[in-house]
Nanobody, 121 residues
Framework: QVQLVESGGGLVQPGGSLRLSCAASGRTFSSYAMGWFRQAPGKEREFVAGINWSGYLTNYADSVKGRFTISRDNAKNTLYLQMNSLQPEDTAVYYC??????????????WGQGTQVTVSS
């Protein structure tokens, strides 16, 4: 079973940037559409961005369009999220997961610990 480890979060000022990484174990990473999700305190986990298996197709939540860029490097079994123009409302724990549309795959059970992104002045 694939295991996912998120990293790259931290504390950043409004307007700043972070680059998140999601490292996948196993040899099946390139077979899956992947995405980033986030969960703020007291909120449901929400879709942020998705990317198809080849990296050619992407989609984003309206709240992050124009600011975030999802990408993947299948040779490195790694998913990325470049986050620019960060705002306090982006504060959340960010997770990666295989996706189906704008949600995680029904069979997915192995969420990582996520990586904390805090945007504050």
């Amino acid at each position: 079973q694939v295991q996912l480890v998120e990293s790259g979060g931290g504390l950043v000022q409004p307007g700043g940037s972070l680059r998140l990484s999601c490292a996948a174990s196993g040899r099946t990473f390139s077979s899956y559409a992947m995405g980033w999700f986030r969960q703020a305190p007291g909120k449901e986990r929400e879709f942020v961005a998705g990317i198809n298996w080849s990296g050619y197709l992407t989609n984003y939540a309206d709240s992050v369009k124009g600011r975030f860029t999802i990408s993947r490097d299948n040779a490195k079994n790694t998913l990325y999220l470049q986050m620019n123009s960060l705002q306090p409302e982006d504060t959340a724990v960010y997770y990666c997961a295989p996706t189906d549309g704008s949600s995680w795959r029904r069979e997915f059970r192995s969420w990582g610990q996520g990586t904390q992104v805090t945007v504050s002045s």
